[in-house]
Every structure is written in structure tokens, then in C-alpha cells.
């Protein structure tokens, strides 16, 4: 498909950005805005159950905290990556970083649950500008080529920020207390704040992709469809739900109260298993960049392996004859929900392609949607099928097995599709863009 765009001072934009040394450093003062977002975003998984006694609240009450966080996350992602193409990386990334630094300071001196509740919806208001804006930061600096392993990378160092809420925060709630905690840890939106207004460009210079001009609400509702139209953008949303899930659930809210109510162990055993899941992502993360990078045909395979793995690995635990399972099965269980993570990616692997560069920020606001909408509608089942049993939590970790065949169902339907267009775009080649300076400059639709 052809796309006018308006006239534009600087060159005509490469088919690939340059990458290279300040590539990295520009790119990393960026994915340092989401490592903050990450240490913010599961700081109550951690504290979930000092939350529940701090606010007086149930499981149900307790599950809305993280509920709301993502439902505001969620129903950002489509107005962030509109924004973003319009706006730009910077910006969103300062609005972002204001938000969910307020929104954590909030959450420090919250004395009630109405205004906690406040502080998360902040918070995740802010969350929400930072991932997709890292991803297009990416796809502005580096080649199309190391698209996979960037954005793998990116979700990698965001990962780490797990490792800060699972061995620092939680070993220093208990020695602080809750308002020097969450406090403190505010301090980090400043520091990015700062790295972000000194350092971060949104593009290498004479590397540009024209602006489009913004014609309003039909401009907004044509830049929706035509990125849902593309059926990479639909498989890419279905991956992200399919395989993010399971462990976002047991990370951000239900793994530290089944670990220790459930399952019999202490705070600091439980919390070392969630280690284990973050780190297994981490080395997961890059080995799937790598392979995914080189064997494009290798993505359906990891999302759909991942998924299966995780359903049994799931099943043995949660079903274990006598409901304690071994400490082997649990270490089992959060080595392969380590793979969520890393699988969720793949979801912007089949989108982005798909779509040219001024829809990359709309097309992967979709593809974002998928993980986070499945991660909060069983968040809340959980929560109420728990209150519902007794806590009995096998009944109401069963919800993930409804959520993984929805997935599944949805992205052996779109697998089809999704081959023929891509093979249509591989024979068809770079796309021409016309633009008054440069009428038959060249720009590669299948990268961003």
C-alpha cells in the first residue's frame, strides 16, 4: 500500500537506522525509564500480603489493587501508541515517568484504600507509556534485523526490575516499613527523569520518517482499523494473551500468598522461587532474541511450546496428590513461567512487520493489550474464586487453563493468514513512499 506523506526538510528515511555505539546509549537511557516502571509495576507483588493487612481488605479487595493497575494499563495501550507516533518517544516517556512517580509516592503515604487504590491507577497510567514507547525508541536506532533480539533485550533489563522488588524491596519492608519503602523507591523516577531530558533523542539525525499529518478522529479511527487489519497485528495480540499471563499473575500478585499460605513456606523461600522465575526469563529472553533473530519460522513454535509447557508444568503443581507439592516441582514450575515473558514478545515479532512505519506505535499498543487484558481478568477470578472456596487455590489457579485455550483457539485460526501475508510482503519487497522531496524514496514496511 502506498503512503503520502507530508513534505518533510530532512532526507528521505534509510531503509534501516545505523545502530552502534550511540544507538546503545540513547536506547538504554530509554529501557532505564521501563526497568523503573518494572520495579514500581510489581512492588505489590511483593507486598501483597503486608497490603492486605495494612488496608484491612479480603483476597477480592486485594486482587483489584493490581486489577485496576492493569486495567488502566491496558486501556492505555491503544491511546499511548497513537500518541507516541504523533509525539514522539521523549515525550511520552517524561509523561510517563511523572505519572508513575507520583503515582508511587501516593501509594507510599496512602492511609486508606480508596486512596491506594488512586495511587496504582497513577501508577499504571504512567506504566503504560513506557514500554511501547522503548519499543519504537528501538526501531528508530537500531537495524530492522535486530528487531527481535533489541526488543527481547529490552524486556530482559526490564525483568531486572523484578529482581530489585523480589531481593531488595521485600527484604527491606520488613526492616523499613512501608512508607520509607515505596518512598524511597520513588527517588528512581527522578534519576530517569533527568537521564531522559539530557540525554534521550527519538531518532539519529536525518533518520526520520515523515510526520503524517493528524486529521482528527477520523485519522485516529483509520490508524485502529487499518493496523487490526492486518492479521499479524490480530495473531500478535492472541500470542501476548496466550503466553504473558500465567506468570504475570503469580509474579505481580498470587505467587507470594500460595507460596506461603498454600504451599507452607516462609517469605524469604517463597520469594527466592519468584527469583528463580525472573532470572530463568532473563537467560530465556536472550537465547529466544537469538534464535528468533536468525529462524523467523522459529516464533509459532517457542509461543506455542511455551504454552504447553506451562499448562503442564501448571497442572503437576497445582494438582500434586496431597496439594504440597515438592520443592523440585515448584523450582520446575518457575523455570518454564520464566519462558512467559520472552514468549510474550513474539506477539510484536508477527505485528510489527505487518505494518509501516507511522503505525508501529498503534499496531504494538494492540499486540500490548493482549497480555495485560488476559493477566487481569484472572487476577480478579482468583481473587473471587478464592474468596468463593475457601482458598482453595486449586480450583482457582484452574481459571489459567480456560484463558490458555481461548488463546490457542484464537492463534491456530490467524496462523494461516498471517503466512500468506507474510509471504506476499517477502515477494513484494520494500514499499515506495511518495513524498514532494523524494518521490521514489524507498522505506521497508516490515520494519519500524
Not at 509516592?105 to 504512567?126: D, E
Not at 486529521?215 to 490508524?223: D, E, K, L, P, S
Amino acid at each position: 500500500m502506498t503512503q503520502t506523506h507530508t513534505p518533510a526538510a530532512s532526507p528521505v528515511r534509510p531503509t534501516d537506522p545505523p545502530g552502534g555505539r550511540r544507538a546503545v546509549a540513547v536506547w538504554s537511557v530509554g529501557v532505564a525509564v521501563y526497568f523503573v516502571a518494572v520495579i514500581f509495576r510489581t512492588s505489590l507483588g511483593v507486598a501483597g500480603l503486608d497490603a492486605a493487612d495494612r488496608f484491612d481488605v479480603n483476597a477480592s479487595a486485594l486482587s483489584t489493587f493490581s486489577i485496576l493497575q492493569l486495567l488502566v494499563y491496558a486501556g492505555m495501550q491503544i491511546p499511548v501508541g497513537l500518541l507516541v507516533d504523533r509525539l514522539g518517544t521523549k515525550r511520552m516517556l517524561t509523561m510517563g515517568i511523572v505519572l508513575f512517580t507520583v503515582g508511587q509516592l501516593g501509594f507510599a503515604f496512602s492511609t486508606s484504600y480508596g486512596m491506594a487504590l488512586a495511587s496504582r491507577a497513577l501508577l499504571g497510567c504512567g506504566d503504560a507509556m513506557t514500554f511501547i514507547s522503548v519499543l519504537r525508541l528501538g526501531t528508530r536506532w537500531f537495524p530492522a534485523r535486530r528487531g527481535p533480539l533489541v526488543a527481547q533485550l529490552a524486556a530482559l533489563i526490564g525483568q531486572a526490575g523484578n529482581l530489585i522488588s523480589t531481593l531488595v524491596l521485600s527484604r527491606l519492608l520488613h526492616e523499613a516499613g512501608w512508607t520509607a519503602v515505596f518512598a524511597g523507591s520513588a527517588a528512581a523516577g527522578a534519576v530517569v527523569f533527568v537521564l531522559v531530558q539530557l540525554f534521550l533523542k527519538d531518532h539519529p539525525e536525518g533518520y526520520e520518517v515523515p510526520a503524517v499529518a493528524h486529521r482528527g478522529a477520523a485519522y485516529v479511527r483509520r490508524q485502529i482499523a487499518e493496523s487490526w487489519a492486518e492479521p499479524g497485528t490480530r495473531l500478535g495480540l492472541w500470542t501476548h494473551f496466550t503466553t504473558q499471563f500465567p506468570a504475570m499473575v503469580f509474579l505481580l500478585l498470587w505467587g507470594m500468598p500460595f507460596l506461603v499460605e498454600s504451599q507452607g513456606h516462609t517469605r524469604g523461600t517463597a520469594g527466592g522461587l519468584l527469583t528463580v522465575i525472573v532470572l530463568s526469563s532473563m537467560v530465556l529472553g536472550f537465547v529466544f532474541g537469538q534464535v528468533i533473530a536468525r529462524h523467523q519460522a522459529a516464533r509459532l513454535p517457542i509461543a506455542l511450546g511455551t504454552v504447553l509447557t506451562t499448562a503442564t508444568a501448571w497442572a503437576a503443581t497445582i494438582f500434586y496428590p496431597g496439594g504440597i507439592a515438592p520443592m523440585w516441582l515448584l523450582v520446575v514450575l518457575c523455570l518454564v513461567l520464566g519462558a512467559c515473558g520472552p514468549a510474550s514478545m513474539i506477539g510484536f515479532d508477527f505485528g510489527r512487520p505487518a505494518n509501516p512505519p507511522e503505525r508501529q506505535g498503534t499496531a504494538s499498543g494492540i499486540v500490548n493489550m493482549g497480555g495485560f487484558v488476559a493477566s487481569m481478568t484472572t487476577l480478579l477470578t482468583v481473587g473471587v474464586l478464592l474468596d468463593a472456596t475457601g482458598d482453595d487455590y486449586r480450583i482457582a489457579f484452574s481459571s489459567v487453563f480456560v484463558l490458555e485455550a481461548v488463546g490457542l483457539f484464537a492463534i491456530f485460526r490467524l496462523r494461516g493468514p498471517v503466512a500468506r501475508a507474510e509471504a506476499a510482503r517477502r515477494e513484494a519487497g520494500p514499499i515506495p513512499v511518495a513524498t514532494s522531496d523524494h518521490p521514489a524514496g524507498l522505506v521497508d514496511s516490515r520494519q519500524g
